[in-house]
């Protein structure tokens, strides 16, 4: 008994001190950067880049998928789609001001296509919920397309189509709305999941978001 209770005060310290380590304040090293995007803005105006913008339930999940692709310059999670400028986190969340949570995309169209960006986009959502994203209920949360030009709004109005058919026809609830105004979430919220892994990664199981993309698409990215 006493070597049970050992076992289990050590695997509580361990659990305590990855939980304390997680909240700690995010330090990367130029080691730890160079495979990743910069959130910086100064890439936008150069002529060569593009912008997309995709809204999938909670933004912290939307980054990642896009930050892996050759060719994506950064992510930024924001709040886009409502009538309320400079929205608050808090605002958003508690539903009311149109936005919903959304990733902006800076990207090299030399290097990865807007093509590329919708089909992993896809994979990252559940495109026959209509009340939102996963375990996030409500307007904010529901997945969307941004387009910009007549060009993304056929690109994404055609992958839209071609679900149909995998779905037995069931409708997609997935809207394509113009490109609206997009409003940068807090530092808190940009790379996430570089930040805090551990609760990141409880975030996603809690919230079923892996479950689910595997029972929709075969396989969860993340």
């Known amino acids: 008994m006493a070597r049970l209770r050992q076992v289990l005060l050590g695997i509580c310290l361990l659990g305590i001190m990855a939980w304390t380590w997680d909240a700690l304040p995010y330090y990367a090293t130029a080691d730890s950067l160079s495979n990743q995007p910069s959130l910086t803005s100064a890439a ?27 060719g994506v310059v950064s992510t930024t999670s924001g709040y886009t789609g409502g009538t309320v400028e400079n929205p608050s986190y808090e605002q958003v969340s508690a539903g009311g001001t149109g936005h919903v949570e959304a990733v902006q ?24 919920d209509n ?15 941004f387009v910009q030009t007549d060009q993304e ?43 805090h892994p551990v609760r990141y990664n409880f975030y996603r199981t809690a919230c079923g978001r892996d479950k689910r993309l595997a029972e929709v698409w075969g396989t969860a990215n993340h």
């Not at 189509?161 to 997009?182: D, V």
Request: hydrophobic letters at 35%; a negative charge; one cysteine or more.
């Open 44 to 70: 936008i105006t150069e002529d060569n880049l593009a912008i997309a913008t995709f809204a999938g339930g909670c933004f912290w999940c939307m980054e990642k998928p896009f930050d892996v692709l050759e």
């Open 105 to 128: 995309i800076t990207y090299d169209p030399a290097q990865v296509t807007y093509d590329d960006l919708l089909s992993v986009f896809w994979q990252n959502v559940d495109p026959l």
């Open 131 to 145: 009340r939102g994203q996963f375990c996030d209920k409500g307007s904010q949360y529901r997945a969307k397309i």
């Open 153 to 195: 709004r056929q690109l994404a109005e055609t992958s839209k189509q071609a679900l149909a058919s995998r779905f037995g026809n069931q409708p997609i609830a997935t809207a394509i709305e113009p490109t609206q105004p997009f409003y940068a979430a807090e530092d808190y919220h940009q790379d996430y999941y570089l930040k």
